[in-house]
Antibody
Framework: EVQLVESGGGLVQPGRSLRLSCTTS????????MSWFRQAPGKGLEWVGF??????????EYAASVKDRFTISRDDSKSIAYLQMNSLKTEDTAVYYC??????????????WGQGTMVTVSS | QSVLTQPPSVSGAPGQRVTISCTGS?????????VHWYQQLPGTAPQLLIY???HRPSGVPDRFSGSKSGTSASLAISGLQAEDEADYYC????????????FGGGTKLTVL
């Protein structure tokens, strides 16, 4: 069974850092791009960022709202994707989801989602 | 303000058919990028419902169907069931400066 499990969420003060992990199983992790999304309480879905597979350079892209503060990385040997969040703001408060990516690049869909992990940024 | 526009809510009685619209622009749906749909049941993570405008992943009932035309797309749900009550989101790619992968604001489906 394909599974994604996020961890690392919690309460953090504004300006501090937090690293989320997405532990995967049931598929060949290295063959897939991975993406992170978030959903603020009572709000819709927002794309956060994306990391390509090593076959496509392992490069990353980010939403403007998190660019230069958030970094996505991957460890193919452990089948884990990471989201490093620095300089956190109160508006970063949300449930964070990691997803597997399928598609040809622009037409990507996100076919498997983790259960999410809550990040609360508050003093 | 979401890049893709969906109605905030729709409703229907069991057995009826409802549609949810998703309106974009020339930088996303109108540019030819695919539309995908996600279902988010209460208190759970989203699930891919329709991909590539009209294709259903394995396990999704054929009561769910998708279509796309011009700068818009639609999700149709026929034979409504109580368990269909959920939030539905459309998603596409946007090639504008603020681009990348964008969503509609979501539509809450209520089964009366």
């Amino acid at each position: 069974e394909v599974q994604l499990v996020e961890s690392g969420g919690g309460l953090v003060q504004p300006g501090r850092s937090l690293r989320l992990s997405c532990t995967t199983s049931g598929f060949t992790f290295g063959d897939y791009a991975m993406s992170w999304f978030r959903q603020a309480p009572g709000k819709g879905l927002e794309w956060v960022g994306f990391i390509r597979s090593k076959a496509y350079g392992g490069t990353t892209e980010y939403a403007a709202s998190v660019k230069d503060r958030f970094t996505i990385s991957r460890d193919d040997s452990k089948s884990i994707a990471y989201l490093q969040m620095n300089s956190l703001k109160t508006e970063d408060t949300a449930v964070y989801y990691c997803t597997r990516v399928v598609g040809d690049g622009y037409n990507n869909a996100f076919d498997i989602w983790g259960q999410g992990t809550m990040v609360t940024v508050s003093s | 303000q979401s890049v893709l526009t969906q109605p905030p809510s729709v409703s229907g009685a069991p057995g009826q058919r409802v549609t949810i619209s998703c309106t974009g622009s020339s930088s996303n749906i109108g540019a030819g990028y695919d539309v995908h749909w996600y279902q988010q049941l209460p208190g759970t993570a989203p699930q891919l419902l329709i991909y590539g405008n009209s294709h259903r992943p394995s396990g999704v009932p054929d009561r769910f169907s998708g279509s796309k035309s011009g700068t818009s797309a639609s999700l149709a749900i026929s034979g409504l069931q109580a368990e269909d009550e959920a939030d539905y989101y459309c998603q596409s790619y946007d090639s504008s400066l603020s681009g990348h992968w964008v969503f509609g604001g979501g539509t809450k489906l209520t089964v009366l």
